[in-house]
C-alpha cells in the first residue's frame, strides 16, 4: 500500500525536480518549503476523504434513523474507533449503511478521473491524497475481508451478513473497483478499464436489490 501512495506522489516530485531553477542557491529553501506544503496538501486530501467515507454512513444512518454512535475498538492491538449503530436493522438498510462508505469513495475517484484524467501528471497533491486515501482503504479493507480479521463492526463483514455472501467475496466487491481505478489513473485512454470499473460500481449499488 505505501508502494501505491509513493507511486502516486511521485510524479509531482519528478515534475517539480525538472523545473529550471536560476539560483539553486536562493531556491533551495523554497523547494523544501514546496515539498512540506505538498506532503501536508496530500495528507489533508487524504483526511478529506476520510471524512467523506464516515459521511456516507453517517447520511444513511441518520434517514434510517439507526442511532449511530462512536464506539472504541481494536484491530490486533491498535486502538482506533468505529462508527456504529443499531443492531436487528433490515437486511437492506443493513446493506446500504455498511456500503455507503465505499459508494462514496468510488464516487470520488468517478469524479476525479472524468473531470481530471491526467491527475496523474498534474501537480495537485490535494486531490491526490484523496484519491490514494480512497484507493488504500478499498484495499485495505479487502485485505481484512479475505483474512476475515478485524473488529467485528467492520464494514465488510455487515456488508456480507446482510446480503448473506462470504466475507472474501464482498472483499472481492470493493477491490475490483480500486484495482481499475488505479489503472484508469495511470492509462486514462484505457477504455476496458472505464468499462470495468464503472460497471463493478454499478453492480455494488444494484445488490441492495437482492
Known sequence: MLLIVGAIVAPAGTASAQDPRPDD??????????????????????????GAHESGHLLFDAIFDSNPSIKK?????????AITHDS???????????SAGFWVQEATNELLLV???NLRHEHAPFLKGMFAFNVIASFAYAGAAFARTGPAERDTRGMADAIRWK????????LAPAI?????????????AVAGSRAAK?????????
Not at 91 to 97: A, D, N, S
Not at 180 to 192: G, H, I, M, Q, T
Not at 202 to 210: A, D, G, M, T
Open 25 to 50: 542557491s536562493t531556491t533551495s529553501s523554497t523547494s523544501g518549503q514546496t515539498t512540506t506544503s505538498d506532503v501536508g496538501k496530500f495528507l489533508g486530501g487524504a483526511a478529506v476523504a476520510l
Open 73 to 81: 475498538v481494536s484491530f490486533h492491538g491498535v486502538p482506533f474507533f
Open 180 to 192: 481499475l481505478d488505479a489503472v484508469r489513473f495511470y492509462k486514462p485512454e484505457a477504455k476496458w
Open 202 to 210: 454499478v453492480f455494488s449499488v444494484v445488490l441492495i436489490v437482492r
Open 115 to 117: 473531470k481530471r484524467p
Open 167 to 174: 466475507e472474501p467475496y464482498v472483499g472481492l466487491l470493493i
Open 88 to 98: 436487528g436493522l433490515p437486511h437492506r438498510q443493513e446493506f446500504v449503511i455498511d
